[in-house]
């Protein structure tokens, strides 16, 4: 199964943070392709929105959060917004944290939808051990 993580993301915020985190999901996550998560998803598409709410952009219909499942082609589209302001606020360290949270919900949410074998904590225990963290370092966020 392959994992996309990407981002619609405020440019307010440099572009150098995002390019290091994506690149060490593409480095972790490749590893996690070959793995058994079950047969109903052979992609998995992540997109966490990350813009200043005092934009209007939301209001206006703009970076709205969708989780979309497309069972026949075996895909999953999850866009989560991280707050903006406990980002922006944050040190390196604790946006990778953030990041990686918007991840693991999304899994969540794709394995609440899930309707044959998918095994969401399953993988999401290997993405967290890709990363080196325990679950407890998201969950204090």
């Not at 993301?9 to 690149?23: A, E, N, Q, T, Y």
Request: include cysteine; glycine fraction near 8%; charge should be negative.
């Amino acid at each position: 199964m392959r994992i996309f993580v990407s981002g619609e993301l405020d440019g307010k915020i440099p572009s150098g943070i995002f390019s290091k985190f994506f690149k060490e999901c593409d480095e972790k996550l490749g590893p996690l392709e070959n793995n058994d998560y079950g047969m109903e998803f052979d992609s998995i598409g992540i997109i966490m929105i990350v813009i200043d709410p005092r934009r209007g952009l939301f209001e206006e219909g703009f970076f709205k959060e969708r989780k979309l499942i497309k069972r026949k082609a075996k895909e999953a589209d999850i866009r989560l917004r991280t707050d903006f302001d406990k980002f922006n606020n944050a040190d390196y360290d604790t946006k990778r944290l953030l990041l990686l949270e918007n991840i693991v919900r999304s899994i969540r949410i794709i394995g609440e939808k899930s309707k044959v074998d998918f095994q969401a904590e399953k993988l999401i225990a290997d993405i967290l051990e890709q990363f080196g963290i325990d679950e407890g370092s998201i969950k204090s966020l």
